[in-house]
């Protein structure tokens, strides 16, 4: 079993661009593919990315994924910052003995 | 993809629950499911998760031994039994759908709020 850790909270300016990691605790980060999800105060968690990079349909471009083997961790990265991208952020991955595993979630403010 | 939950409500410690979560616009048998809860102010908790056809099941250790996944592909439909629940069980529990090879979720539905209290 492994654990994806993220930072509790990250905050930038509108227009900015900000990245949140998510660290894979054991086994390579690209052995199974990570995704990311946005919930907004009071709303369902909805899809982001998958598979490390690809955005879901209807997401802007301004949304990105990637993953760095050398820090074993996965980014999510938020060019042009606006007030609506405020909202918590999770990543998440899989394992074949225990289904998925979701990082603790990071709050991204927009001041 | 709607997934649309319910049987969510107050209960009891040591009390039980069956939630269900019916799905449309998508062929429900060809894909798997799980449950995810969301604790009030805390992040997402994976919870369980069923394969296609339900010849396999997981569970978080949390609520291993005492909730128990099944699916319906006739109704569409995913169910969660709770036993012998918890404080700590409190959430808001969300139906998802896995979008390949249980990689994960691609749709949530919009939950549903179980209380455990005295």
């Known amino acids: 079993n492994f654990m994806l850790t993220q930072p509790h909270s990250v905050s930038e300016s509108p227009g900015k661009t900000v990245t949140i990691s998510c660290t894979r605790s054991?086994?390579?980060?690209?052995?199974?593919?990570v995704q990311w999800y946005q919930q907004r105060p009071g709303s369902s968690p909805t899809t982001v990315i998958y598979e490390h990079k690809q955005r879901l349909f209807g997401v802007p471009d301004r949304f990105s994924g990637s993953i760095d083997t050398s820090s074993n961790s996965a980014s999510l990265t938020i060019s042009g910052l606006k007030t609506e991208d405020e909202a918590d952020y999770y990543c998440?991955?899989?394992?074949?003995?225990?289904?998925?595993?979701f990082g603790g979630g990071t709050k991204l403010t927009v001041l | 993809v709607q997934l649309l939950e319910s049987g969510g409500g107050l209960v009891q410690p040591g009390g039980s629950l069956r939630l269900s979560c019916v799905a449309s616009?998508?062929?429900?048998?060809?894909?798997?499911m799980g449950w995810v809860r969301q604790a009030p102010g805390k992040g997402l908790e994976w919870v369980s998760g069923?394969?296609?056809?339900?010849?396999?099941?997981f569970y978080a250790d949390s609520v291993k031994g005492r909730f128990t996944i099944s699916r319906d592909d006739s109704k569409s439909t995913l169910y969660l039994q709770m036993n012998s629940l918890r404080v700590e069980d409190t959430a808001v529990y969300y139906c998802?759908?896995?979008?390949?090879?249980?990689?994960?979720?691609?749709?949530w539905g919009q939950g549903t709020l179980v209380t455990v209290s005295s």
């Open positions: 616009r998508f062929t429900f048998s060809d894909f798997a």
């Open positions: 054991s086994g390579s980060i690209a052995s199974s593919y």
């Open positions: 069923i394969s296609i056809r339900g010849d396999r099941t």
């Open positions: 998802a759908k896995d979008w390949f090879g249980e990689r994960g979720p691609d749709y």
């Open positions: 998440q991955s899989f394992d074949s003995s225990t289904f998925w595993v």
